[in-house]
């Protein structure tokens, strides 16, 4: 890229951190220092507010780079993403989006430890949110090292991982001063812009053709090199059986992952009641939703304009289809038009990976010191000390995340939030939903069910493709894979659910029907919620 490109991106890249250090710096000297502010921004956020924060929290680098690369690579097989992460909504608000809310405080654990033995369970629940968090935070890393490749001509790995470890550094900033209110506030400035610069783009595409979509489709489909079948299923996932049951893991995964995502379910406690949880979730719905079917005509296109060759070219996996496209709309290398776009797409994306980073922190570090070292201490720990020990987690947890972020710097973003889903899905919304609506359920079962689809998820990652035995895999020069999907969904998730239910009828603990019952009328009518 020329220097234009570079200085103008870098200016626009500048601006943004400018502006949300400040708002963290502004927020960080108005608050109370209390738990509540830190974990929930003091559950002052209007519904419209925490709608824009949440569809700020939701639409990634996955999204916004990761998924139209994945179109502009696979045609039909890689809508499956933009499908299935917006259907996963539904389950969020007819089965989890008011109960979670009424039943818990700050953290998944709340919900389940309400009606059970408080130490196992959190401990239980806060490792699987750890894990799923920093999960996610690896892929947002990987699409900042992308992007930052592609400003620099992608010659420079060095500056490839310091960017990687600049963002992780913001993150750990923005968490340890602003804590809920500040991310929040970051998330609504990020989801605006990047709604403004999809529809701008998504203009762009369909001026280029007249606004005829067929045009568009077919005119892909020629630039692809596969022809028709880029518009039909298969390309990606249909070679064989082990393809095909590999879509289906996947579709189950982001279908069901969202729901037991810990950074998505915190948003639901920044706002007063449940009836503005509900409402939050039907204005982010709105938001994602026009979103994502935005990021089809984006995928699309970029294979139309730019070639499906042309996107691997840049970068394997394609996470750099949609800023390509950006400088091909604008006119092309050298042109005005073209480096202000460039320029402003890939600030927008920077400021996605910013801003999501900063919620994913903040919810794992929630659960490290409201879960795990709050049920070390018991009721010794007050809540400054828990703050305190939140920042530091937010410490650790960015290290963490930079060091994986490094390590697989050559995946695809949605793919890698695809396993996160998978994680989310296996361990955390089995032990939601049968603490929500199960009578008999135990702190057995609800230990069972979070390790028994943890640790499947987890342990047949390590043995799949992904990290051993293919060209594309973390480690390519070793192979020590037995597990042949590339996604563990489809036989995690069922473990998951399976592991609670034996766990439960094993127990030789008997239900408290009391606990439970209170749980229900708080859950249904928001009594006695927080």
Known sequence: MSGHHQTLALLLFSAFIAVTLGITTWVSRNRRGSAEEFYAGGRLF?????????????????????????????????MLYSVGFLVA????????????????????????????????????AGTSSVTVSVLYLVAQMVGA???????????????????????????????????MRATTWIQIVKAVLLMAGAIAMTVLVLARFHGDFNQLLNSAAERSGHGRDFLAPGLRYGGDW???????SL?????????????????????????????????????????YLMTIVLGF??????GSDEVRKSNAAGNTAVPLLALDLGGGAGSTGGTVLFAVVAAVAFATILAVVAGITLASSASVAHDLYASLKRRRARQHSEVAVARVAA???????????????????AFLVGLAFAVAASANLPVLLYSLFWRNFTTRGAVWAVYGGLVPAVLLVVLSPVVSGS???????VDFHVFPLQNPGLVSIPLGFLAGWIGTVTSTELPDEAKHAETEVRALTGAGAV
């Open 242 to 248: 082990t393809a095909r049951l590999d879509f289906v």
């Open 395 to 413: 410490a650790g947890i960015g290290v963490a995340a930079i060091a994986l972020g490094l390590l697989a710097r050559d995946l695809n973003v």
């Open 471 to 477: 060209p594309e895999a973390l480690f390519p020069g």
């Open 301 to 306: 296109g970029a294979a139309a304009v730019l």
């Open 46 to 78: 209007s519904p419209l507010e925490n709608g824009f924060a949440i569809a700020g929290d939701y639409m990634s680098a996955a999204s916004f780079l990761g998924i139209s690369g994945l179109i502009a690579l696979y045609g039909y097989d890689g």
């Open 89 to 124: 909504w539904l389950v969020v608000l007819l089965l989890v989006a008011e109960l979670v809310r009424n039943c818990g405080r700050f953290t998944v654990a709340d919900v389940v430890a309400s009606r059970m033995s408080e130490r196992p369970v959190r401990i239980a």
């Open 251 to 291: 579709g189950l995964a982001l279908v069901l992952g969202t729901a037991g995502l810990p950074h998505i379910l915190s948003r639901f406690y920044t706002v007063p009641t449940a009836r503005a949880a509900r409402r939050s979730v039907v204005w982010s719905i709105g938001l994602i939703g026009s979103f």
């Open 145 to 179: 090292g992308s992007l930052v490749a592609l400003l620099l001509g992608g010659t420079s790995e060095a500056a490839r991982s310091w960017t990687v470890i600049g963002v992780g550094a913001l993150m750990v900033i923005y968490v340890s001063l602003g804590g």
